[in-house]
């Protein structure tokens, strides 16, 4: 495993690159992660494709550029990196924030695009009463009490039965809520309230999608998620039945297996 930094266009982004493989797919983490949470996950992955993970902007050991961070800006610092380690063609996989970060690659980079997979991630933009509880995170952070946070990572983040099972990958994960910089935090936070409505987008883009949604999600709850099925019927689907928002920490073989299945096509 190569780990370094590299410029992606103006921004300096910590990456790992596995190197080798035909096809390429590169793993995007969500909001308060890092690279460090595909740790596990990369092995079961890289027997059949290169596997490229990164430290988006504010997260990490990778920097912040700026108050805000769209998922714009975030999808252009992944293109710029791709590009840099001469990666033509490739797929993403994005949980969660990651999500939001791939679907802005497939609008604005379909052509460099081979698919893309979505792991606890909704194509709707947030509602209003979701965008005054990132408002919320937002002042937490600013009067120093991120730590506040922790705890929403064990209590919604998995399925009840995986709460004792993943006891120390929990603590690893809220360790990584603790070390994400403030201004980080506030950054992504300003970025997600303003990112777009992406349904349209998928309906009619021409890269192959899918959705890897949990039943005992505390972000996505089963109907809403259902409803997000229904109005993708382009899209292929598979549902992990004992995870929540982590589906691949909770269920990784499974979800490995999905996704690689799907990209290999």
């Not at 983490?29 to 993970?53: C, I, Q």
């Not at 920097?63 to 252009?76: K, N, S």
């Not at 099972?165 to 070390?179: K, N």
Request: glycine share 8%; charged share 25%; aromatic share 6%.
């Amino acid at each position: 495993m190569d780990e370094r930094f590299i410029m992606a266009g103006r921004t300096p982004l910590h990456i790992c690159d596995t190197q080798k493989g035909e096809r390429c797919v590169v793993l995007l983490h969500g909001y308060l992660e890092s690279l460090a949470v595909w740790e596990d996950f990369v092995p079961l992955l890289k027997n059949r494709m290169r596997v490229v993970t990164l430290d988006l902007p504010g997260h990490g050991v990778s920097v912040v550029e700026g108050e805000i961070h769209t998922m714009d800006y975030l999808a252009d610092t992944v293109a710029a990196a791709m590009e840099h380690l001469g990666i033509g063609r490739y797929s993403v996989v994005g949980h969660s924030m990651g999500g939001y970060v791939a679907m802005s690659l497939a609008e604005r980079y379909a052509a460099r695009l081979d698919s893309i997979v979505l792991i606890s991630s909704t194509p709707s933009a947030d509602t209003a009463e979701k965008c005054e509880r990132r408002r919320r995170e937002i002042e937490l952070v600013r009067a120093g009490r991120k730590n506040t946070i922790v705890h929403i990572v064990r209590h919604a983040g998995f399925a009840p039965e995986n709460v004792a099972r993943l006891s120390d990958r929990i603590a690893d994960m809220e360790e990584l809520v603790l070390m994400t910089e403030d201004e980080g935090v506030i950054a992504v936070l300003n970025g997600m309230i303003e990112r777009r409505d992406m349904n349209r987008m998928l309906c009619t883009t021409p890269v192959r999608h899918m959705f890897v949604l949990g039943r005992h999600d505390g972000y996505i709850p089963t109907e809403t998620a259902e409803a997000i099925v229904a109005a993708h019927p382009e899209a292929e689907v598979v549902w992990l039945d004992h995870s929540g928002h982590m589906g691949f920490i909770e269920e990784p073989e499974r979800c490995a297996e999905a996704v690689s299945d799907f990209i290999c096509k």
